[in-house]
């Protein structure tokens, strides 16, 4: 089965560019999330979507991010104008369903974004 | 306080070696905990679930103390392979918290 798939791998823009991110998760994960991770520290929840509706943006930047997952399968998180801060790895994953019990989450490889 | 602290390493063992890790959390309402492991410029994979019962999968031990709010990962018999970062993780209804991660080195 192939696992979450995201694009590109590695990125390098001069600030005030846009910049986007694609992200193809698990088949039949109805879940979706992006993370940003910053070097030494954890991912941080930026996104999550199930199916198509966007439950829980409140980390998201909306002033210059946006994402959307308009059929409830692949996603797309854009970011414009980017900042010399938003230099990261921007990890994508997904999860079958989400339960009061937990959800376990699979994660893509990253995108690692280098601004200029 | 951030919603979830981990040691911050890191932490250096020779292998064979027995190392213990620690996670707490703030938010009483949190449901599910997990560990996952992150190699150096890869992205995280899932290591353990974390029950109240506490689970054991082959070297690795995990245990939740929901009074004290905290979690554990007792690794044994260390191997080189386990060098890494591991990343506890801790889950309300509402939201998902990551901490920084502790970071592992076996050494020969």
């Known amino acids: 089965e192939a696992g979450v798939v995201q694009s590109p791998r590695y990125k390098i823009i001069e600030k005030k560019q846009p910049v986007a991110f694609w992200c193809n998760p698990i088949?039949?994960?109805?879940?979706l999330y992006w993370y940003r991770q910053n070097l030494g520290q954890g991912p941080e929840l930026l996104i999550r979507y199930e199916n198509e509706e966007a439950v829980d943006d409140s980390q998201l930047p909306k002033d210059r991010f946006s994402a959307e997952r308009l059929k409830g399968v692949d996603s797309t998180l854009k970011i414009q104008p980017a900042e010399l801060g938003d230099s990261a790895v921007y990890l994508c994953a997904s999860s079958l369903v989400r339960t009061g019990e937990g959800y376990e989450q699979y994660f893509g490889p990253g995108t690692r974004l280098t601004v200029t | 306080r951030k919603e979830v602290e981990q040691d911050p390493g890191p932490f250096n063992v020779p292998e064979g070696a027995t190392v213990a890790f620690n996670c707490t959390y703030s938010n009483s309402a949190s449901q599910s905990f997990f560990w996952y492991r992150q190699d150096c410029r890869k992205e995280p994979k899932l290591l353990m679930s974390v029950y109240s019962s506490g689970n054991e999968d082959g070297r690795f031990t995990a245990q939740l103390n929901r009074a004290s709010q905290y979690i554990s990962l007792l690794i044994r018999d260390s191997k080189l392979s386990d060098s890494a970062t591991y990343l506890c993780?801790?889950?309300?209804?509402?939201?998902?918290?990551f901490g920084a991660g502790t970071r592992l080195t076996v050494k020969p």
């Open positions: 993780v801790v889950n309300t209804l509402l939201d998902m918290r």
């Open positions: 088949s039949g994960h109805n879940t």
